[in-house]
């Protein structure tokens, strides 16, 4: 296994992104890895922040839940009919944040009282804690003999670099409560990013946030993506697609601004906050999608001229999912995208959230669209499957 470090040199161990360089068959190296991991570490505790939905972070859980079948999972709160079945098949522990009033719905006013929570977790016994971080999940106390690996989405975007968009949101008491608790909240983010081994991070993204907020280093480890669901259409259409929730940092009024210039034709599905807003904005030449069954967007994937990708996220699975459907990805140049999105070969960028970079962007995409290979797209695509996480997820794990 070739391991390359980000400043050329490995200067320390976990800096790595994991190359493929085996000699061994891939399937039967994971295999190796599986059976070395697992004999290792009996008893492993995997610590999440909330199972209230399906989303990206869960998904994630779900693929560790298959490399440790024997694992019990700790969070705050638990909505068993939102979430897997394979999820549900595990023991879900729960902290006292449950039991508070009304927890399942304003688990997120409970925010405070959750490094408490975390702390009052017992995991003596476990011989592996893992992280999947995104929320107050990594200040759990570990048995000092128990490897502690985090593995981030992102550190919490409402106490770092989100917290002034945060703010100005909040109402009146919230932005009192905001006031007096967050300091506190990031001193203790911070010193309990001391209570764990090994870090890894989402993305070069979130590789480069963690370094900054807690001054750790960290492997870059892309979270499974199940390319295979997705194919090929003969039928490709004019028109343009966006996936997404209509919140804001996702930036659906971006899109229908620039597409209501345009009149370039658009389908745009997610549900959110902003729907009804964007529905009244939008011109004719756009059409608005609440939820659309798995099969009906896979097929709106394999039959978009390009995929629009305005946000600014920490990864972002959506322009995976495009491009194994051999179509490209029209994505805004910052986070996750510049890991997944190659220019001239999966997409293009556009430079800056404003509706005149957006406009120029998609000049510059429809002039390049002749020259674009779907096979380039699938290939690129294919380094994002699941078996690619399970293999760098396990080495760190085994290398430390």
Same mark, same amino acid.
């Given at each position: ?10 200067n320390h161990?976990f800096?790595?992104v ?29 610590s ?8 990206g ?18 969070? =705050? ?12 098949? =595990?023991?879900v ?5 449950n ?8 688990y ?15 995991? !003596? ?22 490897? =502690? +690996? ?11 670099? =989100? ?16 006031? #007096? ?8 983010d ?8 090994r ?23 892309? @979270?499974p993506v ?11 259409l @004019? ?36 729907f ?11 059409e #608005?999608?609440?939820r ?11 039959? +978009? ?5 305005t +946000? ?14 051999? !179509?490209?990805v ?6 996750g995208?510049?890991?997944?999105v ?12 404003s509706?005149?970079s /957006? /406009? ?8 390049w669209l ?25 080495r760190v794990?085994?290398?430390?």
């Open positions: 296994m070739q391991i390359a470090y980000r400043h050329g040199r490995p161990p800096q790595a994991i190359m493929k360089n085996d000699k061994k068959p891939e399937e039967l190296l994971r295999n190796e890895m599986i059976a070395q991991a697992r004999k290792r570490f009996p008893r492993v505790a995997i999440y922040h909330w199972l209230v939905a399906m989303r972070g869960e998904r994630v859980l779900e693929r560790m839940l298959d490399l440790f079948p024997q694992a019990e999972i700790f969070t =705050h709160t638990y909505q068993p009919e939102k979430i897997s079945e394979k999820i549900r098949s =595990h023991k522990h729960t902290t006292f944040i039991r508070l009033p009304r927890a399942n719905h304003l997120k006013k409970y925010l405070p009282l959750m490094p408490m929570a975390l702390e009052e977790l017992d995991l !003596r016994g476990f011989d592996l804690v893992i992280s999947n971080e995104t929320g107050p999940t990594k200040g759990v106390i570990p048995a000092p003999d128990a490897l =502690h +690996a985090c593995y981030t989405h992102s550190p919490m975007r409402y106490l770092w670099d =989100h917290y002034a968009d945060y703010r100005a949101a909040a109402g009146p008491l919230t932005k009192a409560v905001i006031s #007096m608790t967050f300091p506190a909240l990031r001193r203790w911070v010193t309990s990013a001391a209570r764990v081994d870090f890894m991070a989402n993305s070069r993204f979130i590789q480069k946030r963690i370094e900054k907020y807690w001054r750790r280093d960290s492997a870059v480890v892309h @979270p199940a390319v295979d669901d997705f194919g090929l259409s003969q039928n490709v @004019p028109r343009y697609l966006w996936v997404s929730q209509m919140i804001q940092y996702k930036r659906p009024d971006l899109v229908i601004d620039a597409f209501n210039q345009s009149g370039l034709p658009l389908l745009m599905v997610g549900d959110g906050d902003m009804d807003q964007m529905a009244k904005r939008a011109r004719p030449n756009i #608005m999608v609440r659309m069954p798995f099969d009906q967007l896979k097929r709106a994937y394999a039959e +978009a001229r390009g995929l629009v990708f +946000a600014e996220e920490d990864f972002g699975i959506v322009p995976v999912e495009a491009m194994a459907s051999g !179509r490209p029209l994505a805004y140049a910052k986070g995208a510049l890991d997944t190659v220019p001239d070969v999966s997409g293009q960028f556009f430079t800056e959230q509706v005149p /957006l /406009l120029q962007g998609i000049e510059d995409f429809e002039k002749p020259d674009f290979d779907p096979q380039g797209a699938i290939d690129h695509a294919d380094k994002f499957r699941p078996e690619h996480f399970d293999r760098n997820f396990l794990l085994l290398d430390a």
